[in-house]
Structures are given as structure tokens and as C-alpha cells.
Nanobody, 127 residues
Framework: EVQLVESGGGLVQAGGSLRLSCAASGFTFDDPVIGWFRQAPGKEREGVAC????????YYAGSVKGRFTISSDRANNTAYLQMDSLKPEDTAVYYC????????????????????WGQGTQVTVSS
């Protein structure tokens, strides 16, 4: 069974940086994609960034492009989300999720949920 464990959330001032990690295990397919999603109170969940762990194809939401960077360590099945120039509107619970990369854009653009999810980590950006 696929398991995902996030770490690295916390409280930061606007303009600051945080780095989230997602450690994955139990993949039974060889073309995983890992995505970061976030949900703020009263808002729908949105895809933030995704990375194909084999082809390193990337996806970014427009709201984070240029500020967030997704990367991966394939050997350790870990994905990272480097978040710079954070804004108060980035405050949310951030989740990592995984599925097969053949439907990467479908999942990351929010048309359907990935099958496997972590427990989430809180990111709070103060103004």
C-alpha cells in the first residue's frame, strides 16, 4: 500500500520561505507522480505543483509559479516543495498525493483526486 508522509510545515512571516517534504513508500507502479495540493478554510482544494518521478515533468498552478519549486529525489521516493516569497494567501493545509503519471495534468488541475494522500501539514503565513 502506498504511504505518504509530509513534513516541514509551520509558521512563517510574509516574504519568508518553507520547504515541505513528502516521503513515499509502497509504490506498485513504476510511473508515479507526486503532487502537492492545499486547502484553506472555506475554500476548495487546489493543485499547487506536481512532478512525475520518472520524466520529471512539472506542473505549477498559476498562483505559485515563480515562487514555488517542486523537485524530487527518485532514489529515496521523496518529493519536495520549496516555497519562497510566501504570502498570507498561501496559508492552508498542504497535502501530498500520488498516483500514476499518465493522468498527471488531470489530477493536478483538479479534475479528479489522486488515489493516495498524506495526512497534511499546516502552513501559516502571517502578514
Amino acid at each position: 500500500e502506498v504511504q505518504l508522509v509530509e513534513s516541514g510545515g509551520g509558521l512563517v512571516q510574509a516574504g519568508g520561505s518553507l520547504r515541505l517534504s513528502c516521503a513515499a513508500s509502497g509504490f506498485t507502479f513504476d510511473d508515479p507522480v507526486i503532487g502537492w495540493f492545499r486547502q484553506a478554510p472555506g475554500k476548495e482544494r487546489e493543485g499547487v505543483a506536481c512532478i512525475s518521478m520518472t520524466e520529471e515533468t512539472l506542473y505549477y498552478a498559476g498562483s505559485v509559479k515563480g515562487r514555488f519549486t517542486i523537485s524530487s529525489d527518485r532514489a529515496n521516493n521523496t518529493a519536495y516543495l520549496q516555497m519562497d516569497s510566501l504570502k498570507p494567501e498561501d496559508t492552508a493545509v498542504y497535502y501530498c498525493a500520488a498516483d500514476r503519471s499518465s493522468s498527471m495534468y488531470y489530477y493536478c488541475a483538479g479534475y479528479g483526486p489522486m488515489r493516495y494522500w498524506g495526512q497534511g501539514t499546516q502552513v501559516t503565513v502571517s502578514s
